[in-house]
């Protein structure tokens, strides 16, 4: 007998399962490895539903996947990402590729906490607080690994596509 939570649980992973992947490719940089780390959040995610009640499955998933890679990136420092001249198995989106080929590299260049918090605050339109919370850290931290992300990124963006690097502003 299926009861209301395996059909909760089951129904969140069909509607969440790609725009979660989507989110560990930024994080990690690489379509297997996005695929074990949702892997691994879904798994936990499942289990502590099953145990207690959670009041938001989307931003408790959100929150575990990013946890799961901060956890396997500080344990496996042997398999931290080499770069590579070319970049293999970028997703196809609407638009310029290039572009986003060129955002992409740079988000892969930032150390991990500051590409965290870059995909949480932007990508996945958190507020500072929610950051915060889903990292373990304070509102200042998120701030100040955000600031230094994106001053990175416009630095790094300037010489390739000027465009890109925006004088000033930091975002939201």
């Known amino acids: 007998m299926v009861t209301d939570i395996e059909t909760e649980l089951q129904s969140f992973v069909e509607a969440r399962y790609l725009h979660l992947r989507r989110t560990a490719y930024l994080l990690c940089g690489d379509w297997h490895r996005a695929e074990d780390l949702v892997q691994t959040a879904l798994a936990k995610v499942v289990v502590a539903a099953r145990r207690r009640t959670i009041d938001s499955l989307d931003a408790y998933a959100r929150t575990v996947l990013t946890r799961v890679y901060l956890d396997h990136r500080r344990r496996h420092p042997w398999q931290r990402e080499r770069p590579?001249?070319?970049?293999?198995?970028?997703?196809?989106?609407?638009?310029?590729?290039?572009?986003?080929?060129?955002?992409?590299?740079?988000?892969?260049?930032?150390?991990?906490?500051?590409?965290?918090?870059?995909?949480?605050?932007?990508?996945?339109?958190?507020?500072?607080e929610e950051t915060a919370e889903a990292l373990g850290v304070s509102t200042g931290t998120v701030k100040s690994q955000c600031a230094k992300a994106m001053a990175t990124l416009r630095g790094s963006l300037a010489g390739v596509r000027p465009e890109l690097s925006l004088n000033g502003g930091g975002g939201k």
């Open 84 to 128: 590579l001249a070319e970049l293999h198995e970028q997703p196809v989106a609407d638009g310029d590729r290039a572009l986003s080929l060129t955002v992409l590299a740079a988000l892969r260049a930032l150390p991990p906490r500051q590409r965290a918090a870059v995909v949480l605050r932007y990508w996945e339109d958190r507020s500072t």
